[in-house]
Nanobody, 123 residues
């Protein structure tokens, strides 16, 4: 399974960005996908997750109400719509795919990872 993330960039505080992550390869049994981020000098943290069949989602408290995660099953693509961005959202964002567990919030749950895309929010 290969994951290709795109959509990062530089935006002013209060602005919006949409990240995309396309999965290819043996995706037919994929349980779900997720987004994580690693701010400068900090550890990787969970941002959002989505179950592939039901479309149910979970968001980190820090982004609840501002970010939305969605998927297009036909395209094997997930999206992260980020609104009302804050400087503290600055990070490298990673998409990931999981096949085994239903747990969505830990890095250990995901077997495949994309290359990361930089999001920078200026104040």
């Amino acid at each position: 399974v290969q994951l290709q993330a795109s959509g990062g960039g530089l935006v002013q505080a209060g602005g919006s960005l949409r990240l995309s992550c396309a999965a290819s390869g043996r995706t037919f049994s994929m349980a779900g996908m997720g987004w994580f981020r690693q701010p400068p000098g900090k550890e990787c943290e969970f941002v959002a997750g989505i179950r592939w069949i039901t479309g149910s989602t979970i968001l980190a408290d820090s982004v609840e109400g501002r970010f939305t995660v969605s998927r297009d099953g036909a395209k094997n693509t997930q999206y992260l719509q980020m609104n009302s961005l804050k400087p503290e959202d600055t990070a490298v964002y990673y998409c990931a795919a999981r096949f085994g567990t239903s747990i969505m919030t830990t890095t250990e749950s995901y077997e495949y990872w994309g290359q990361g895309t930089q999001v920078t929010v200026s104040s």
